[in-house]
T-cell receptor, first 109, second 117 residues
Framework: GQNIDQPTEMTATEGAIVQINCTYQ??????LFWYQQHAGEAPTFLSY??LDGLEEKGRFSSFLSRSKGYSYLLLKELQMKDSASYLC??????????WGAGTKLIIKP | GAVVSQHPSRVICKSGTSVKIECRSL??????MFWYRQFPKQSLMLMAT?????????EQGVEKDKFLINHASLTLSTLTVTSAHPEDSSFYIC?????????????FGNGTRLTVT
């Protein structure tokens, strides 16, 4: 079956760095997405990886290893507003998105 | 950037009534729109894929007669929850992809919080 695994919850300190891991098993692969979702709001797009390697976008970076079925989202210089859930989603051979349950990130001062 | 507008943002209705939720792509054409439901502290659950000019494709376990989807134009899809019951209370989110651009990410509406009393 198809599956996405990511930690349920993580805690980090303001100004620090945190890495949120995601492993996936899909029928075929057409890219991996990271979304941020604040409580009670819709998800917003953060990053997209389809080739192996690191994609950097300001304070946020995302990494992909297709051979390992693994991705991570790296958040640097954490700010209180980064407290949110982070959703990992992999797209299968039919271009269907398979969603992870999300990682709730708690930022402490 | 691409904007998806969803309306209403919140709705409270009585059990047995129907509620319509609209999803519009404001600055792009969306051949396909997706309807999700999200219960508290859970991930997004795809309910159905809405295709312009044709019938929606429903995920397993989603009642098509209860959740009516209409995608009448390239910029508008509607979800009608018919004969709503308290267990239908949830956060409903639509999303859309720019027409013909399969590699692009989904753009989400702001969601509709439905409460059935």
């Amino acid at each position: 079956g198809q599956n996405i695994d990511q930690p349920t919850e993580m805690t980090a300190t303001e100004g620090a760095i945190v890495q949120i891991n995601c492993t996936y098993q899909t029928s075929g692969f057409n890219g991996l997405f990271w979304y941020q979702q604040h409580a009670g709001e819709a998800p917003t797009f953060l990053s997209y990886n389809v080739l192996d390697g690191l994609e950097e976008k300001g304070r946020f970076s995302s990494f992909l290893s297709r051979s390992k079925g693994y991705s991570y989202l790296l958040l640097k210089e954490l700010q209180m507003k980064d407290s949110a859930s982070y959703l990992c989603a992999a797209r299968d051979s039919n271009y269907q998105l398979i969603w992870g349950a999300g990682t709730k990130l708690i930022i402490k001062p | 950037g691409a904007v998806v507008s969803q309306h209403p943002s919140r709705v409270i209705c009585k059990s047995g009534t129907s509620v319509k939720i609209e999803c519009r792509s404001l600055d792009f054409q969306a051949t396909t729109m997706f309807w999700y439901r999200q219960f508290p502290k859970q991930s997004l659950m795809l309910m159905a894929t809405s295709n312009e000019g044709s019938k929606a494709t429903y995920e397993q376990g989603v009642e098509k007669d209860k959740f009516l989807i209409n995608h009448a134009s390239l910029t508008l899809s509607t979800l009608t929850v018919t004969s709503a019951h308290p267990e239908d209370s949830s956060f409903y989110i639509c999303s859309a992809r720019d027409r013909g651009m399969d590699w692009t990410p989904l753009h989400f509406g702001n969601g509709t919080r439905l409460t059935v009393t």
